[in-house]
């Protein structure tokens, strides 16, 4: 199961209320007990994070050292650090990332491995984090967009001295394609494809319905 710590309790980066005390208290009150009692039920979890950032832009350096502060202390907490049915998601949905001061992550754009790397180099400050901490942990990294970009992990990929990393992907079967499965198919195999020949993935979000009057304006996506 997918268990994020909420905005409730730690704040958020976008409004500015981040509040590290606050993720500390609930994860000794509630992360770690429903850890524990999951894995009573033979459930593994994934823990993240519920924090959106502001206008989509990821890899500042506040924003990385509010990341690294905060999987320093989950890394290194018992019941946490190493435990046999916790894993790690980076970060949820880091749309677009940072190359020279100006900000982009789109496929379509000419220096997307650039903005890729800039990801990646992201990524790789939290995973050394974690892996400082000893924490040998699975550990789920993201991709540009909604997760949804991953073409060039295996041609740029991240560094794990322990290699015990693969990648969390939102896969939602509407979003483009609109019940066209050629165009569906294509999607997969150009996005995420490439990235799962070559490493574990983790579809931590998905859904997929037939629109119907009066469903949400979300519906278009799906």
């Not at 199961?1 to 704040?11: A, N, Q, S, T, V």
């Not at 435990?83 to 677009?96: C, G, K, S, T």
């Amino acid at each position: 199961m997918r268990l994020f710590i909420d905005r409730e309790d730690m704040g958020d980066v976008a409004a500015g209320t981040y509040n590290f005390a606050g993720l500390q208290a609930v994860t000794q009150n509630v992360i770690i007990p429903y850890i524990n009692y999951a894995k009573t039920k033979g459930l593994y979890v994934t823990l993240g994070l519920d924090f959106t950032l502001s206008n989509n832009e990821a890899t500042t350096p506040a924003n990385l050292a509010k990341f690294n502060q905060i999987w320093s202390y989950l890394a290194d907490q018992p019941g946490i650090k190493s435990a046999d049915n916790v894993m790690f998601e980076l970060i949820n949905e880091p749309v677009l990332s940072d190359v020279n001061g100006v900000w982009g992550g789109h496929p379509s754009q000419s220096n997307f491995v650039a903005y890729w790397n800039s990801l990646k180099n992201f990524q790789n400050s939290m995973i050394s984090t974690i892996r400082g901490k000893g924490a040998d942990n699975v550990i789920w990294a993201s991709g540009l967009g909604w997760d949804q970009y991953y073409q060039l992990c295996a041609a740029y990929p991240l560094t794990d001295p322990l290699n015990n990393i693969g990648y969390s992907v939102h896969w939602y079967p509407g979003y483009g394609a609109h019940d066209d499965y050629t165009t569906l198919q294509q999607q997969w195999d150009t996005n995420i494809k490439p990235c799962a020949d070559n490493y574990p993935i983790n579809i931590s979000e998905t859904t997929w319905f037939k629109t119907q009057p009066g469903d949400s304006s979300l519906g278009h996506l799906l």
